[in-house]
């Protein structure tokens, strides 16, 4: 009877255990996706034939089968014709997941 106590208790342990670790998971994947989603986003800002506008742009994006909400804010450095491009990544509850930051020739007086 005690062997059998033990051994539940130790079962209960590993069940919750691998709770712990299918969540951690789940976070690791959402959160490399967010980034990936990110980087396109900037990679568009960087690759695209006009510079991007000084100011704040928004749109979604579908990655990995889940929607993504990125907000971008393109900033000038304060060195001529180079701007700042921060991309932000949330997912459908509006948990920022992923960040990013590029650097690009341009802007709005170009």
Known sequence: M????VFSLAAMALIRLEGATIRGAATVDATLTA????SNVAVEALTDVRAPVVGRASGSEVNGGRRWRWQRDVTPTG???IVRIDVAVADDRGTVLGR??????GGAGE
């Not at 980034?35 to 990110?38: E, L, T």
């Not at 990013?100 to 020739?105: I, K, L």
């Open 35 to 38: 980034r990936m989603v990110a």
């Open 100 to 105: 990013t930051v590029a650097v690009r020739r």
């Open 79 to 81: 060195a001529a014709g």
């Open 2 to 5: 005690v062997a059998l106590a």
